[in-house]
């Protein structure tokens, strides 16, 4: 399994939160049949998941400007 430092995955996503989502999704995508989105030998959802947001091919897009300032 590759190694994971937080530091490093914080630099993609915004806070632990987002993180922990954006890789929940990109594996329940690929648990139901997405193709990665990057050449691998790696076999397991989680690690495809965490490989592919080091190397920015998975993003949160925001929605900053559609929600109102309360």
Same mark, same amino acid.
């Given at each position: 399994? !590759?190694?994971?430092?937080? &530091?490093?995955? +914080?630099?993609?996503?915004?806070?632990? $939160?987002? +993180?922990?989502?954006?890789? /929940?999704?990109?594996?329940? &995508? +690929? /648990?139901?049949?997405?193709? !990665?989105?990057?050449?691998?030998?790696?076999? /397991? !959802?989680?690690?495809?998941? $965490? &490989?592919?947001?080091?190397?920015?091919?998975?993003?949160?897009? /925001?929605?900053?400007?559609?929600? !109102?300032?309360?």
């Amino acid at each position: 399994m !590759p190694e994971i430092t937080n &530091e490093e995955y +914080l630099k993609k996503t915004k806070n632990d $939160f987002m +993180l922990t989502v954006l890789v /929940s999704r990109r594996v329940r &995508e +690929l /648990s139901r049949g997405a193709r !990665p989105l990057i050449e691998t030998q790696l076999k /397991s !959802p989680v690690e495809i998941a $965490f &490989e592919e947001i080091k190397q920015g091919k998975v993003e949160i897009k /925001s929605n900053d400007e559609e929600q !109102p300032a309360l």
